[in-house]
């Protein structure tokens, strides 16, 4: 026996140093694979955000908020969920290299078949619609989340510079008018006697619009342009 092999003996007996039995190593192994999972799932909801997010914002009035096209790039991207997305891939590779065999990978094969996943799952998500139900629990139920995320309903509610958004409580068809109420809850008297209607139903009651126009008060709108961007949305009262 060599002076290592005997000098290893003696540190195992003095330190009372015990194999591991074969179920730890399993659980272990278990808890990263799971917790892989976890992370890659997680990943796809940030990409399916970040999917809803950016093709639910206008890319064609950026002129009324007084910025070029490359100006209202940079101002609408979803940086919370591009930085939380990227997040989650680092855990997901952080996971998988602790998995037993995880370790002969590359990272960037790890990172690009986790990220791969996660656009997948993300298209998934949006096209059966779970990304606007994660979005409107996230608006009731975290304070101060609409300051993070720059959404559509950011990007209408702007009366000052000829934008504004919400849903229409009552037509006044004598008057040429309608009656608004936007995200905020605030009503607005909305004229809409020079206003082009575009979307593929008729103007009603409990539709969803945007509006391009000109504040006239603190609660009046003229409307050049009315967009119908959505069908009835319960809950609404009437003035």
Known sequence: MTDISKKTLEKIKKEQVHPKPHWYFLTRDYFFWIMFA?????GGVAFGMIL???TNLDWDIYQYLGLSLPGAVVTSLPYLWIALLFLFLFITYYNFIHTRRGYRYRFVVIF???????ILLGFGFFHYGWTETVEKQLR???PGYQHLVYTGENQWMQPEKGLLSGVVIE?????NSLWLEDYSGQKWEIDISKAKVKGNLPLTENLEIKIIGEQLSLDIFEAIEIRITRGCRQGKGRR
């Open 140 to 142: 009731a139920r975290i």
């Open 38 to 42: 976890i992370t890659t799932l997680l």
């Open 112 to 118: 690009l078949i986790s990220l791969l996943i996660s």
């Open 171 to 175: 037509i006044l068809s004598e008057n």
């Open 52 to 54: 809803f997010i950016t």
